[in-house]
Nanobody
Framework: QVQLVESGGGLVQAGGSLRLSCVAS????????MGWFRQVPGKEREVVAR????????FYVDSVKGRFTISRDNAKNTVYLQMNNLKPEDTAVYHC???????????WGQGTQVTVSS
């Protein structure tokens, strides 16, 4: 059974940091792009950051550029999202996802809650 399991969320004050992890099991995603997404109730899910299979190419939504860093360790089948200088508007459930073979993000984790207090 393929699973993506996120961890590292929590409650933090504005200006603080969190590091999210996403561990994959059941198959390897070392040849696939991965991404972090976030969703707030009542709003559409948005992409936060994406990373290529090799880790050499990354993409960030404008609102997190300079504050968030996506990385991956293919030997550990793990993707990370380092979040610094967090703002209340970063509050959301964060999900990781795998884009298998470039056919779209077909594998999703259950999400981890990030809450930033002002």
């Amino acid at each position: 059974q393929v699973q993506l399991v996120e961890s590292g969320g929590g409650l933090v004050q504005a200006g603080g940091s969190l590091r999210l992890s996403c561990v994959a099991s059941g198959r390897t995603f070392s040849s696939d792009a991965m991404g972090w997404f976030r969703q707030v109730p009542g709003k559409e899910r948005e992409v936060v950051a994406r990373i290529s299979a090799s880790g050499t190419l990354t993409f960030y939504v404008d609102s997190v550029k300079g504050r968030f860093t996506i990385s991956r360790d293919n030997a550990k089948n793990t993707v990370y999202l380092q979040m610094n200088n967090l703002k209340p508007e970063d509050t959301a459930v964060y999900h990781c996802a795998a884009n298998v073979g470039g056919r779209g993000y077909g594998y999703w984790g259950q999400g981890t809650q990030v809450t930033v207090s002002s």
